[in-house]
């Protein structure tokens, strides 16, 4: 598939268009109609959480294979461990990825720290809730590591078209976890 004359566009702002949708759909999903209105949805949504950064987020940041992002990935975790009060974590498969691809995972991982923020300034959640991973999120995107990871992003030569399967494949994985599973 040939993608729009993307020239004039940085890579972050290419995914951001060609994954809008997604976007919006699994926001829609875990944010709208007060998902968070019960501690069991809020756990629902961390697990998933967790599930993501097993399945990608980790194995993405090691094919990236800078120090700081595998740092992060395990920092993001062991906070999700803590607020799950369990050690037991997702299943991991063994993925073999491109590092576009892992680039296109790190956008929306790493892109999520502004939700996290937005979370926890909204006041959706119980203050009793578990914080951690969120406050984790609101830290990257407070300090600067955000803002660093989306200039590298930037810096990045990608073929587009893999960083974008990778950002959509992370947003169905999003997606296809509904939150009515966890309420019923």
């Known amino acids: 598939m040939k993608l729009e ?5 940085c890579n972050r702002q290419v995914l951001r268009r060609h994954c809008k949708d997604l976007h919006d759909t ?3 999903i875990w944010f709208g109609s007060s998902r968070f209105s019960n501690l069991t949805g809020y756990l629902f949504f961390l697990r998933v959480l967790q599930n993501a950064h097993v399945q990608y987020g980790l194995p993405a940041a090691q094919v990236i294979g800078e120090k ?5 990935e395990r920092r993001r975790l062991k906070a999700l461990e803590r607020d799950l009060h369990s ?3 997702p299943a991991v498969e063994k993925v073999d990825i491109s590092a576009d691809f892992a680039w296109g ?3 929306v991982l790493n892109g999520s720290a ?6 926890l300034k909204s006041h959706a959640i119980s203050r009793s809730w578990p914080r951690r991973y969120l406050k984790d999120g609101y830290t990257f995107a407070r300090e600067g590591d955000l803002a660093r990871f989306f200039r590298k992003l930037n810096d990045q030569r990608l073929d587009i078209q893999e960083a974008v399967d990778g950002a959509e494949a992370t947003f169905e994985l999003f997606v296809s976890h509904q939150p009515e599973r966890a309420l019923a």
């Open 114 to 119: 502004l939700g996290a923020s937005t979370l």
């Open 68 to 72: 700081s992002h595998i740092e992060v």
């Open 87 to 89: 050690k037991t974590k």
């Open 26 to 28: 699994s926001e829609g």
């Open 105 to 107: 995972i790190g956008y």
């Open 5 to 9: 004359d993307e020239s004039l566009e």
